[in-house]
């Protein structure tokens, strides 16, 4: 019997990994017509990381390399955490859709199937804090409709975790006047960073 796309994934084990994540989200979305055909990227970094990052889905750059937030977009986001003192691979990166899209398919079916898998990914790395870029991720982590214009600037409260939703480093391609805002937002992540008992 087919799955549908409403049913909801198992719930998580308290001892899974973020391979047995993968794995059981690679075999429901097998099973799911709207899936079979789909290039697969998934998270890199480690669980215990400090910070997570949060996108939408990976995009056409990410294929070559099997890996998320490549390309322009990607060496946006690489500014952005290092204007903070961040680097990339001291980070969890992660979308929220796993598959390769360009955003048009990224329908409320899509949303509703990854979503869970995205919940069960923070709980097993548990970051200090989640960079949310854009209002998918964040909408879909903190279950509201408000646009990321109204929720950037101040930190959300995830599941006992710090959430700092911003903007997209590929909608500041479209748009670098909102990189102020960005880095009000990232200055903020840097001083709690700063501030929190190691």
């Not at 799911?32 to 990227?41: D, G, M, N, S």
């Not at 398919?105 to 949310?132: C, G, K, N, Q």
């Given at each position: 019997?087919?799955?549908?796309?409403?049913?909801d994934?198992?719930?998580a084990?308290?001892?899974?990994?973020l391979?047995?994540?993968n794995?059981e989200?690679?075999?429901?979305a097998?099973?799911?017509?709207?899936?079979?055909?789909?290039v697969?990227?998934?998270?890199?970094?480690?669980t215990?990381?400090?910070?997570a990052v949060?996108?939408e889905?990976?995009?056409?750059?990410?294929i070559?390399?099997?890996?998320?937030?490549?390309?322009?977009a990607?060496q946006?986001?690489e500014r952005?955490?290092?204007?903070?003192?961040l680097?990339?691979?001291?980070?969890?990166?992660?979308?929220?859709v796993?598959?390769i899209s360009s955003?048009?398919e990224?329908?409320?079916?899509?949303?509703?199937?990854f979503?869970?898998?995205l919940?069960?990914?923070?709980?097993?790395v548990?970051?200090r804090?989640i960079?949310?870029?854009g209002?998918?991720?964040t909408?879909?982590?903190l279950?509201?409709?408000?646009?990321?214009?109204?929720?950037?600037?101040?930190?959300?409260?995830?599941?006992?975790?710090?959430l700092?939703p911003?903007?997209?480093?590929?909608?500041?391609?479209?748009d670098?006047s909102?990189k102020?805002?960005?880095?009000e937002d990232?200055k903020?992540?840097r001083a709690?960073?700063?501030d929190?008992?190691?």
């Amino acid at each position: 019997m087919q799955e549908s796309l409403f049913s909801d994934p198992p719930p998580a084990a308290p001892d899974e990994t973020l391979d047995d994540i993968n794995a059981e989200m690679v075999r429901r979305a097998m099973s799911l017509p709207q899936f079979k055909e789909r290039v697969f990227i998934f998270s890199e970094g480690q669980t215990g990381a400090r910070v997570a990052v949060v996108g939408e889905s990976p995009g056409a750059p990410d294929i070559d390399s099997g890996r998320p937030f490549m390309g322009p977009a990607g060496q946006m986001l690489e500014r952005i955490l290092a204007a903070i003192g961040l680097q990339r691979q001291a980070c969890y990166l992660t979308n929220v859709v796993k598959m390769i899209s360009s955003g048009d398919e990224i329908t409320p079916d899509v949303l509703s199937f990854f979503t869970p898998y995205l919940h069960r990914e923070m709980a097993v790395v548990r970051p200090r804090v989640i960079i949310s870029f854009g209002n998918t991720p964040t909408r879909a982590l903190l279950g509201t409709k408000r646009p990321i214009s109204q929720m950037r600037g101040a930190f959300q409260d995830y599941r006992g975790m710090k959430l700092m939703p911003t903007f997209n480093p590929a909608y500041l391609l479209r748009d670098p006047s909102k990189k102020r805002e960005v880095w009000e937002d990232m200055k903020q992540v840097r001083a709690y960073l700063t501030d929190a008992v190691p």
